[in-house]
């Protein structure tokens, strides 16, 4: 069986040419005193490594709040989120520096990119992000990804940089996303406190039990716990990419994922992926409202990959536009599709329970047959 698991792991990763990397707060910063110099030095060469494989790296680093925090005089990491902003304000530059410094001992330059998830949720900032990405590459140099602490708010943050790195991932078209962190990948108990957990190898399909059995963050200056990792690994891999959690500060840990080695946790690409339109519709956006649709519809949507017609709506939750995207959930509340609108949260109350035939006639005009079209729906 592991004879057989290293092999899938070998021949998936020789296809491999562009990967994301995320570096955890807690991995690139240890114990949260600043940033760790001789882990970055460590991963500037392994990336140096790669690029002489003719890989493209990009990066998405947590640790602007942590290197921030010390200058601040903040015992632990900051409770409000101006403190945060002003934390990450402080660190970013010396975050940057110090990436500076250690990569191009190597020959090897960086670029800083800030986002937000309004920049990814707007498609022509979205587009625009990835021309960006595109040059950098084209050019050897290593994008440095990080969300915009000083900027974000609670309507733009992406939560995590492990979510953010899914959605990079997703947008520069990544073969391979690996997640650096503190443990050596998931297990099947929580390692810290049960001495019977081991460590699974592969994973094909992440589980509710699975979900339901993630802890927290583990450490006092990262965001992100086993959750988030999953979270992540989901996105990606139903955007059809690989992705792979491991222990980040063993050094050398990163080539020997990279050369097929049994390190950390293999989370295969599903069987069915999503383009990266549907991808970006399901992920990236936030839905502005929710609605609620019978058990017919349920089945002839997640079954028959159908539109959503007028008939099968129950209730609608929330007030929004045409084009936003909504949540589509069955009677008992169970998210299970997201879409973009072709009607507004009114217009849709309105036609609701009735036929395609009678929408121009309740609303005096009317702009398709669907609700939603089965080429902007997708289901979770």
Known sequence: MIGATRVMRKELLKKVKRIVVKIG??????????IDPDFLAGLASEVAGLKKRG???????????AAGRPVLGLP??????????AAAAVGQSRLMRSYEEAFSGFGLNVAQILLTRDDLANRRRFQNARGTLDTLLSCGIIPVINENDTVVVDELKFGDNDNLSALVTNLVEAQLLLIMTDIDGLYTAD??????????HQVRSITRDMERGAGGSGTSVGTGGMATKLAAAKKAMKSGVAAVVFAGKVPGNLTRVMDGELVGTLFLPAGESLNRRKHWIAYTLRPAGSIVVDAGAREVLAKHGKSLLPSGIAKVEGRFARGACVRIVDTEGVEFARGLVDYSS??????????????????????GDDVIHRDNLVLL
Not at 25 to 34: P, Y
Not at 55 to 65: L, T
Not at 76 to 83: A, K, M, N, S, V
């Open 346 to 367: 009114q217009e849709i109350e309105q036609i609701s329970r009735h036929k395609s035939s009678e929408i121009e006639q309740i609303l005096g005009f009317r702009y």
């Open 76 to 85: 632990d990491r900051p409770r409000t989120l101006p403190q945060k902003q």
């Open 55 to 65: 890989m493209e790296v990009v990066i998405v680093s947590s640790g602007a709040v």
């Open 191 to 200: 390692p810290r406190s049960n001495p019977d957990a081991a460590l699974i």
């Open 25 to 34: 707060s807690g991995v690139l910063t240890g114990a949260g005193t600043g």
